[in-house]
């Protein structure tokens, strides 16, 4: 297992997960780690933007940024994240840049 904060990857004995260290963000929790299952790789990402907080312009970029650099791994990415952002709510701005 990995830890950080309140966010967490999770395998089962035959997955090998290892972390990937990048600069931790600001405006989210970030985990990564590579995963290995037999001759398979893979990257796996988990994202979580605290809700308590308002959504800043300062998130989208730092997001971006995140996923770009992971954009040039030539292998799978898998991504799960909860950003907390309504997007229910039309009058707010950060549900249309969502």
Known sequence: MIFHGGVVVVSTVSVLLSPIAV???T???LVRAGAVVG?????????YRPGSK?????FYDKLVDVLDR???YQ??????????????RFDD???SAS
Do not use: G, W
């Open 27 to 29: 405006t989210f929790e």
């Open 39 to 47: 001759s398979f790789a893979a990257i796996v990402i988990v994202l």
């Open 54 to 58: 308002p959504v800043q312009q300062k």
């Open 93 to 95: 701005p950060h549900t």
């Open 23 to 25: 600069d931790q963000p």
């Open 75 to 88: 292998m799978p990415i898998y991504v799960t994240c909860d950003f907390n952002i309504r997007l229910d």
């Open 70 to 72: 992971f954009a040039a």
